[in-house]
Nanobody, 117 residues
Framework: QVKLVESGGGLVQPGGSLRLSCAAS????????LDWYRQAPGKQREPVAG???????NYADSVKGRFTISRDNTEKMVYLQMNSLKAEDTAFYYC???????????WGQGTQVTVSS
């Protein structure tokens, strides 16, 4: 059974930092691309950051220079370090594990991030 479990969300003041974690089980973790998405109230889910099975990373323009994605294949974990947080970063953040060439895509249940003073 595939399971992705996010943690690390919470309430933080503007300019603060949070580190999101996503623990995976039931997949050959090292073979999967890993992505973080977010969905704000009334908006569509959008990609935030991704890291391929080979370790290449990509970021949405809105978070470049502030967020860093990383993975630990031994622990089957993916992380999102979020610095210099802004109110517009407030959203539910989701972890996704995928292998597009075989049509596999799995989602976690998400974790809430709220940036507010």
């Amino acid at each position: 059974q595939v399971k992705l479990v996010e943690s690390g969300g919470g309430l933080v003041q503007p300019g603060g930092s949070l580190r999101l974690s996503c623990a995976a089980s039931g997949i050959i973790f090292s073979s999967y691309n890993l992505d973080w998405y977010r969905q704000a109230p009334g908006k569509q889910r959008e990609p935030v950051a991704g890291i391929t099975s080979g370790g290449s990373t990509n970021y949405a323009d809105s978070v470049k220079g502030r967020f860093t994605i990383s993975r630990d294949n031994t622990e089957k974990m993916v992380y999102l370090q979020m610095n210099s947080l802004k109110a517009e970063d407030t959203a539910f953040y989701y972890c996704n594990a995928n292998v597009p060439r075989i049509g596999r895509s799995y989602w976690g249940q998400g974790t809430q991030v709220t940036v507010s003073s």
